[in-house]
């Protein structure tokens, strides 16, 4: 999605995504209050493989979802490698 369609500070994040995502109605609140951070995924050919980059950052100072992503990236990443090698 561009950054230009994100919903702006303030607008609720769509429930869908809380239950999926396991997050409380105060939680995903407060993540819809927050500024919008930065996702960046740069995919580097190596030949025979290929490397990916995750880059979130543009966090504000105390931000409820770094704290909530800081394990969840290394978790995810982990489970594509597994999904993606077993094809």
Avoid: Y
Wanted: aromatic share 8%; glycine share 6%.
């Amino acid at each position: 999605m561009p950054a230009d369609d994100c919903p702006t500070p303030g607008t609720p994040l769509p429930p869908e995504w809380a239950a999926v995502s396991g997050f409380s109605e105060e939680l995903l609140a407060r993540f819809s209050a927050e500024r919008r951070s930065k996702v960046a995924f740069d995919i580097e050919d190596l030949g025979e493989t290929v490397q990916l980059t995750v880059t979130h950052d543009d966090f504000a100072p105390g931000n409820a979802v770094l704290q909530a992503v800081t394990n969840g990236w290394p978790r995810l990443l982990a489970d594509l490698k597994t999904f993606l090698e077993e094809r």
